[in-house]
Structures are given as structure tokens and as C-alpha cells.
């Protein structure tokens, strides 16, 4: 009792003198006010100070009353190979590198570490069994243990080697569960929360059979989110890829063929189970559609935007489709809406799939708008929810090889030059990769390294400096951030297995394996200490 008194008489003074200060404390200023980068108290040691007893005040109230309710909701935000880089990037993208995006701003912070069983440097496959089922599993598997290869046609098969999801957990506990992706719905990340394979690129049966297996045995991912009781269950699963869905005969909404090859249209078969249950389904594949739908008398919601991917989030208004595919930030509210429905709450996953996409590709000013849309999307959800209740947790799977470097001024353009030449006397860009298809814009057979002056950095497309070639960048194997709001949000500081993410998720809502966990370790405790006593 004595520590708490004197905790918060810490926090009175502290606040007294943030208060006390004009110059820059966060009590002080709007939250939609931004610092300029030529704020001359920041030249001032007062400046630092306050702000320094502003983030202690900060803490001091944070500790005071940390948030043990239960968690009846939970949405788990991944940003797909949202390194540290990316996110600092993104703030100097926005204005300025000293700022924070918006899930920064969340009290409680950590880093999980990403490697795979076999690999140093993971993919998103591996990362999603860890992430949302605590198990790690080997490069190229999704929701297998690490007694399953990649490739391997017999053990994929084998449901001994199945993990369990967080999304399961959920729904044993009578919680609704959805998903929501920038990628295809059947894509590594989002597959983590249902389906079970040794391959991640089985989307389809058509893939299996390809890699020489049967698909009767290997039952592809589109069928396991239509067929298998996860998948099944979930009440919202909105993203891209409708070719997976439909047979090669057959044509979507716009056109575009399926890559089915077993006649198959899973999408009607989706929409003809939940009516056969009764249930008020919808399916769509435009914003229209979406938009159309009645939320409130809406149980299970199927949307699929994009034959393929969606679109990146810049080109929806660069290419004229904002008024015809949704934003992540749109679906995400959607799924909250139709989600907040339920009485025992909810479980979702959502990921912003094309900040990976965008790095892989060298295109960094893309990769950059997509964080920022995830931000927001973040943000929105907060927003919509209530802290008390709703744990929040955003994370990425990975990271990737782009460094932000060059020594560039505050309010120099991200995307733009260094501020003095290389030793070759030739400029460099502010951001780059260490290996990708970037190389082609760095590099000549004939003349060497390329003369960067006269390069486009407004092109969107522009494929950053790499010093690799190949075709496609690959991850990087740093610790990834992990940042929390809401029911025991505490619990997720300091540097940990990505495996703890779900096991923590899973406490605060007190579900699944770690049900009644507190009250099992309490009892533990007890007994030992009557054990000693004797």
C-alpha cells in the first residue's frame, strides 16, 4: 500500500511539472498538432527534460492501474514485414521522423523474435503457426508442427501434426471470429488461422497436384476455409483471391478465370451452406456489394475483392478503384461492426499483406503508403472499441532487408536522395535494400554503379537501390515489434518467443490452453507453499 502512495505522489509531481512547462509537453498540445522540424525548443535542455517527465508521468500512471479485466475481444493487427525500418520510414514519409503512428502511441511495447525450425530467416507461413498458434513450425508450412516438411505429402495429411489456432480457441470459448487481408484470404498469414498444410502455395488443387500430390489426400486451402470446422466457423472473411474459388472453366465477376481444376465453385458451395443452416450470409466482391449489405442482419459475411491480391492501397486512388474495392481501414470497420454482435465477443485478424509485397519488389514508397493505411486501420479500431474490454495487438510476421541511412536531414524527402555524394562521387538514395530487383536500377553491366541524378523518386513504382540481384527481395531476420492496448496489454514488454503472442492473447480472454491459467498457478503456488510449510 505504502509503494502505491508513493507511486502516485511520484505521478502528482510529475504531472505538476509537465503541466508547468509551454514549451512541449503532450498534455499540452492537441493530439492532431504535430512538432515542426525546426522547433527551437528542441535546441533547449528544458525541452528534453519535460518531455522526459511527461513519458515518466506517463508510466508512473500506467503502473497504477494496469488492466486485468478480461478480454472479451481480441484483434490481433499484422502488418506482413512491417520491419522497425518500415515503421520508422513511414513517420518520416508523414513529416517527420520524431513522430509516432498511431499504434506507437500504445503503452505497452516488445519484440518477438521470428525465426523458423529450419531457418534463420522466416517466411510467413512459419511466422503465422507461431504467431497465432504458439507452435513453430518449419520454412513453408502453415498450422503443422516441425515433424512436418515442406513438400511432404503424407504427413501435411496426418492431423496428429495439426496445431490449434487462436481462432479455434475462440470459437470452443463461444466467441465469433473473423479475418480480414490485403492478400488473398487463402494466403500464408491468413491460412494460419485455419487451415493445415505442408505447402503454402496449395491454394488450390490445381497447386497440389503440380507439386505431384494428390489432391484428394492434400485438401487445398480454399477448401479447408469452405470445408473444415474453422474455416467453416468464421464469421467474416473478407481480402482477395476469387481464382482460387472457382475452376479454370469458369469466369468471376470480372472476367477473370478461376485456377480451380476440379469443377468446383467453392464460393456458391460457402453461400449454400450457410443458408441450408439457416443463417443470414452474404457474399460480395465490390465495395458496392459491401457497402449494400446489412450488417445487423448479417451472421456470416464472405467478401473477395480481387481475382488475385488486392490492390495497393496508393493505387486505389492513383488507378480510379477506390469507388470499387474497399480499403483495409473499410473492411476492418465492417468486420468489427458485423463481429460486436456477438454476446461472448470475438477474435479477428487482420493484416495489411502488401507492405511485404511492396519490399519484395523494391517499390519502398509503396511498402510506405501501406503502412500508413495500416496505421489508421489500427486507429479505426481502437477507436471503435473500448480499452476496457477489447485487447489489441499489432505485430508483423517478419521483417525485410530496406535500411533508412545517408544521414538525411529532418525534412528531407524519405524517398529521396542522400545528402552528400558516395566515395565513387556518384549520389544514393536515402532508402535501399541489401538484396532484390532493384539491383537493375543500381547497378550496370557497363558503366558500374548508376548515376541516381536524374532518377523519378515521385514514381510510386520505383524500384529502391539493392546491392543483391534477384528477383524478388527476401526477409530479414531482426526482432519484430510487438505493440499493446487493453485487457493485459503489460503482459506483452520485453523481448520473448513469437510463440508467446497467442499464449498471451489466449490469457487475457481466458481461452483455450491457457484457460484458468491464474487461477491454476495460484493454486500451484499453494500447494507448494503448504508443501514446504510441512
Known sequence: MCIRWFHLGLLAYFMCFAYADEFHSRFLLPRSVKSTKTNSAEQTTEYWMTKAQSILADKLEESSRLNTNRAKNIILFLGDGMSVHTITSTRAMLGDVSEKIFFQEFPYTGLSKTYAIDKGVPDSASTATAYLSGVKGNYGTIGVTAEVPKYDCELSADESKHTESIAKWAQDAGKWAGLVTTATVTHASPAGVYAHTSQRAWEN????????????????????????????????????????????????????????????????????????????????????????????????????????????????????????????????????????????????????????????????????????????????????????????????????????????????????????????????????????????????????????????????????????PLKSETHGGDDVGVFASGPYAHYFTGNYEQTNIPALMAFAANIGPFANLAVALQEEDCKSEDENFL
Open 205 to 468: 488443387d490445381a497447386e497440389i497436384i503440380n507439386d505431384g500430390c494428390s489432391a484428394d489426400v492434400n485438401v487445398d486451402i480454399a477448401r479447408q476455409l469452405v470445408e473444415w470446422p474453422v474455416g467453416k466457423g468464421l464469421r467474416v472473411i473478407m481480402g482477395g483471391g476469387r481464382r482460387n474459388f472457382i475452376d479454370a472453366s469458369d469466369v468471376d465477376e470480372e472476367g477473370i478465370e478461376g485456377k480451380r481444376t476440379d469443377g468446383r465453385n467453392l464460393t456458391a458451395e460457402w453461400l449454400a451452406d450457410k443458408l441450408k443452416q439457416g443463417a443470414g450470409a452474404e457474399y460480395v466482391w465490390n465495395k458496392e456489394g459491401l457497402w449494400n449489405v446489412d450488417l445487423n442482419e448479417t451472421e456470416y459475411l464472405l467478401g473477395l475483392f480481387s481475382s488475385k491480391h488486392c490492390p495497393y492501397h496508393g493505387e486505389l486512388e492513383r488507378e480510379g478503384l477506390s469507388d470499387s474495392v474497399p480499403s483495409l481501414s473499410e473492411m476492418t470497420e465492417a468486420a468489427i461492426e458485423l463481429l460486436s454482435k456477438s454476446e461472448q465477443g470475438y477474435f479477428l485478424f487482420v493484416e495489411g499483406a502488401k507492405i511485404d509485397m511492396g519490399h519484395h519488389s523494391n517499390r519502398a514508397h509503396l511498402a510506405l503508403e501501406e503502412t500508413a493505411e495500416f496505421a489508421r486501420a489500427v486507429e479505426l479500431a481502437r477507436e471503435l472499441t473500448n480499452e476496457e474490454d477489447t485487447l489489441i495487438v499489432v505485430t508483423a510476421d517478419h521483417s525485410h532487408t530496406m535500411t533508412m541511412n545517408g544521414y538525411p536531414s529532418r525534412d528531407a524527402d524519405v524517398f529521396g536522395l542522400a545528402p552528400v555524394l558516395a566515395d565513387d562521387g556518384l549520389p544514393y538514395t536515402i532508402l535501399s535494400y541489401a538484396n532484390g530487383p532493384g539491383y537493375s536500377k543500381t547497378f550496370s553491366k557497363k558503366t558500374g554503379r548508376r548515376d541516381l541524378s536524374d532518377a523519378d523518386f515521385t514514381d510510386p513504382k520505383y524500384k529502391y537501390m539493392a546491392t543483391v
